[in-house]
């Protein structure tokens, strides 16, 4: 029998949610019933206080996940940051991508799909910042978003685990 029958996933911005969406969401999907993926960080702070306060407030059926790239020198300072803002914030429900989203993403491609997007092939994402994925995204995209997009269309999640620690621990922290 399941906790939680809803798990909601708060995250900064567009990308951070179209890579929830199309890679963390299916592998919820088998232990909850409802997975909705919000962004936080245009919305007004009340609202998202609100929004946390009533989905913590001893609901059962529904849990979340609070999502935060890594802006500060470490992951307790990026959730006291975090915390300051958001007061309803359970700090166990804080997770912080190291660096930024864009690590995980890059951290999706195999070294086939390295070569055949012409890119370099990557060991580890552990410190790739949007600078850095702006100088590995190929000319032929559009600009980082599109390339965002090709990297979904043939995730390697397995590949994903290995070459990134922060997306490892929170496959493992979810027993995903």
């Known amino acids: 029998?399941?906790?939680?029958?809803?798990?909601?996933?708060?995250?900064e911005g567009s990308t951070d949610r179209e890579f929830f969406e199309k890679i963390v969401?299916?592998?919820?999907?088998e232990r909850y019933d409802y997975v909705k993926v919000e962004e936080w960080a245009q919305e007004r702070k009340d609202k998202i206080n609100s929004y946390i306060k009533?989905?913590?407030?001893g609901n059962r059926n529904?849990?979340?996940?609070?999502?935060?790239d890594m802006d500060k020198p470490c992951v307790s300072a990026q959730k006291e940051t975090i915390k300051k803002r958001y007061k309803n914030v359970d700090e166990s429900k804080i997770l912080v991508v190291c660096k930024e989203i864009e690590s995980w993403y890059l951290a999706l491609l195999n070294d086939d799909r390295c070569e055949e997007l012409?890119?370099?092939?990557?060991h580890t994402t552990d410190d790739v910042t949007k600078e850095r994925f702006q100088e590995l995204t190929p000319k032929k995209f559009g600009s980082e978003v599109d390339?965002?997009?090709e990297i979904l269309r043939t995730a390697d999640i397995e590949t994903a685990k290995r070459k990134n620690k922060s997306f490892r621990y929170f496959v493992k922290e979810y027993g995903l």
Request: aromatic fraction near 20%; charged fraction near 10%; glycine fraction near 6%.
């Open 1 to 11: 029998m399941r906790m939680y029958s809803r798990l909601f996933i708060f995250v």
């Open 147 to 149: 390339f965002m997009r």
């Open 54 to 57: 009533t989905i913590g407030s």
């Open 25 to 29: 969401v299916p592998m919820f999907q």
């Open 62 to 68: 529904a849990n979340y996940i609070f999502v935060t």
């Open 118 to 122: 012409g890119i370099s092939r990557l």
